[in-house]
């Protein structure tokens, strides 16, 4: 537990309305987004949450849980699939929601953000100055840049534009251990030194805690245009994909989703009529008016050929955002098909995603679930859903899961493409990286947060558990 | 489509705290709900988002969270604007179930805001700094206002700028049969009505904006309309369902029910968005699940309730302007369109279509922005009430207009206040006085 001393100073760090100890308080920060773990989705009170207004309160706060020896839980908004935003076992809970302020740097065609601004404000505030922030997660709209960071977070973009991490130039940040770090720099490019933006982007708020970010912004595309392409099967979706990419059309978000997840948005579809597809790609391209016409035109005779009995071109903003809206509640909605659903995000090299459609509905099929699958076609990340019915218990799941994460493994590929690891995969974690692997960041660890205060019980599996003896202080 | 939002899926009416807490088992915590909370959008609190709401509904239905007073704050956070179960996709009726919660989960708390508005107006010292309210109210409280009326407690909102009292009530003015004093019905200027539309007046209208109601009428007389009036209504009991009081809000329904001749009318027209929700939404999820035994009469009554902007989005007649404005063609006039009618009721272009058909006066189209009023929440909560309307009144003021049409008591008296803090110029009207102003073009 936080000592009460650590608390009354926390109090003083903090200001009246900054710290949190109230049980209604304390029950809305012990979530996330995150659908099932092995290790149970029991909720877990923190002792406390923090609501810092500026960087310097954050340091003090890490200062202090050094010195009381407490853990440290960041969150943003709570948005996360695996877990990273919540208390394992109490601590505190650091919300950066007030810390969200942001400007356009237009001149630099960068943009200074603090952890706790929503990614969609930093979209809609470059597009505003004729700039493009090009990460786009399906959560964007709730949730916040340090999240992002921290999650080094994908989305549907990144066929064209990469991840989150490839936006970051520059950090301002304090580690585990206290020590605030200017990690990157302000400019385009920089080579001085280690490359601490990637050691921080992604880590999953185990290293340290991002106070503020510079980021890469790109001069608006001229014009987008959405394509949605209907097939009988599966197979002819995944197969389609690759062969847009291969034909060097250069989308800027290739989607794919199966019967079941289009079921779950239909009503938000008005294209569909009253068939459900057996599955469909939406495609997204971007760049100069004409161009754009002419290779999405490429890309409808693709699909066609490729066996799409329906094709249709959007190219007005609102239909677009329609369309992408509806694909963004994907997630979420799978809930109406199944209460509980075991919710992975493998990613394969793009070649062999048919193959991995295939073996993943296999795996569904042999252990008795239904297999609803989704996602980045176009960066050969699948969302695979496992739809445990209504009423039954997820037994096998943590079975089922591994088949799916070894399958994804053996067709060259990895266990998490966006979502990270948090509590809901560290245990499979060696799978992918070997014992080797798991060692090197636990040294990594260990030299930027010693006393294991950061997000403890995250990301690296059990037996590496930095604060073993902690308990929270109504469970002692 | 399979996945069309069931309204009898409401948990409103249920009674006990972990059958209201399933509906919040599709929630996947994905936060959506929170990007479109007008409420967290000012506070940044998670317990003032709706998937936080939620979660606190989950715990109490789980036992795992005792009733306490901090519960009972957090979850009358709420503006009830219903952006929430509008964004949800997974269907989860958050608002709907925040507000069933409130009739059960701290104890037995009868009125607990028809208390404190109460209270508040009988203590002079507690709204003295709020001089001229209290004036203003003391007449009103002692005269013909029924307490039961939702409008007594939105009264209670200290400091606001308030609409001067209108010295009569609607029943007065409307006119009579010089005989035997029954309200007669306005007919259309041909004389043969297509239709007879009742017009459901509540609070506001009744009591505050009578002169309104009689523009009203006219509007719809002059789309072809027979119009009566349906003077033995009383208050739609939204107030007392929000207010966490079952038991009044179904009084307030039997009493409608009882009093309003449903197969006579082809619909059933109320000048306010909320009152609207209350009849087509809430009166058949309460009416189905608290037993009451006219469950068929409210689902009947639901079918024919519509607001102004409704009724002339189909009908396609020209409505003279009543007087010439000064300096034609110079007005703006911007449309605020009511939570309760784009959210609840589900229609956000009705409005905006009929309002592009005004004709001396330049529509200016906004997107639509909670005015933070919610009923009873800007009564218990007026700075964060004030703070998210601000923002709605720029937007509508930002357009140039200087005059902005609404259909929705709530929105009107928050309007009525802040546009005006905004700029002293600017007014707030309802749209059946906007449409005598300026005239319907016919399409």
Redo the contacts between chains.
Sequence with gaps: MIEPNALKKLGEILGPGGLIKDAVGLTCYSYDAMPYSPEGNQRVMPDAVALPRDADQVCEIVSLANEFRFPIVPRGAGTGMTGGARPTMGGLVLAFSRMNNMEILDKDLTARVQPGVITSRIQQEAERAGLFYPPDPASSEACTIGGNIAENAGGLRAVKYGVTRDYVLGLDAVLGDATRIKAGAKTVKSVAGLDMVSLLAGSEGTLGLVLEAWLKLLPLPESRCTLLALFETADQAASAAPAILTARLDPTALEFMDRYTIECVADQLDELGTNIPGAMLLVELDGGIGDTKRRIRDVRSICTDLGAYNTRISDSEEAREQLWKARKAISPALGKLAPFKIDEDVAVPRSRLAELVRGAGEIGLKNGLKCACYGHAGDGNLHVNYLVPAGEKPAGAEKVARELFELAISLGGTISGEHGIGTAKRMYLELETGRAGLDIMASVKQALDPKGIMNPGKLLPKDYDTMPGYVRKNTE | ????RDKSASPVGLTSISRIAEST????????C???CPVFDVL????A?PR?KL??VA?AGQG???C?K??E??LCLCVGCGACSER????VMAKETLLAAKQVLPGKRPGRVFRIAAGLMSREKTISHAAGIAKSLRPLWASSLPDDQGLVMRLAKPGARFPKLAETNLKKIWPRNEKNGKPVSLMPRDGSPNAIAGIFPGCIHTYLTPKAGISLARVLAAAGFRVDLLENTGCCGLPALSAGNTKQAQKAMAHNLDVIDIEKYSVIVTPCASCAAMLKVHYPALASKTGYNQAGIAERLAAKVQVLSQVLAKHTGKIAQREKVTKEGTETIAYHTPCHLAKALGDSTSGPKVMQRIENAGYRQTKPACCGQGGLFGVENPEISGKIGSKAAKILLGTGASTVATECSGCYLQLYDLLWRENRKAEVIWLAEAIERFGLAGT
Excluded: F, H, I
């Design positions: 489509m399979t996945t069309k088992d599709a929630c996947r915590r994905c936060g959506l929170s990007s479109v940044g609190l998670e317990c988002s936080g979660q606190l715990a795992d969270l005792s306490t901090e519960l704050k957090a949800c996709p997974n269907l």
